[in-house]
């Protein structure tokens, strides 16, 4: 799920809405009042955040994979699968997300990476490039 916090006095932060959501959240990235879940198992969440104590489910899409890590650009969002590569998503209608590619070094690269634990992780999305962390390259 998305927990919201108030950090006005950040030596006391404020629980101010939650929202649960079907998967296991492990990342968010954040655009205007829209919040993107990476939810493992069931993909990315679109979360409306205009009312931060009551945050609404927006759409969803699945990604093919456990989506890990997730960083937004502009309306791009690029999502970290594990051995499922990068997934890239049009979110500019966050009720209908779009799957627009995957990125996959080999299948074979994949399910070496799945078994190793060596999954690629977006840092970053930045004007027309995703940056990459990727374990097994250093």
Not at 22 to 32: I, N, Q, T
Not at 39 to 68: N, S, W, Y
Not at 83 to 99: H, K, M, T, W, Y
């Amino acid at each position: 799920g998305l927990v919201i916090l108030d950090l006005v006095d950040p030596l006391f932060p404020q629980w101010v809405g939650t929202i649960d959501t079907p998967g296991f959240a492990s990342g968010v990235a954040l655009k205007d009042s829209q919040a993107f879940v990476a939810d493992e198992e069931a993909g990315v969440q679109a979360i409306d955040l205009t009312d931060p104590a009551f945050p609404v489910l927006r759409g969803h899409i699945e990604t093919g994979g456990f989506a890990k890590q997730i960083a937004i650009e502009g309306k791009l969002l690029g999502v970290a699968t594990g051995s499922g590569g990068l997934v890239f998503i049009d979110a500019s209608n966050p009720e209908q997300l779009r799957l627009l590619g995957r990125f996959t070094a080999n299948p074979a690269l994949g399910l070496l990476l799945a078994r190793r634990r060596w999954p690629l992780a977006v840092l970053a999305v930045v004007g027309l490039y995703a940056l990459v962390a990727w374990a097994a390259r250093g």
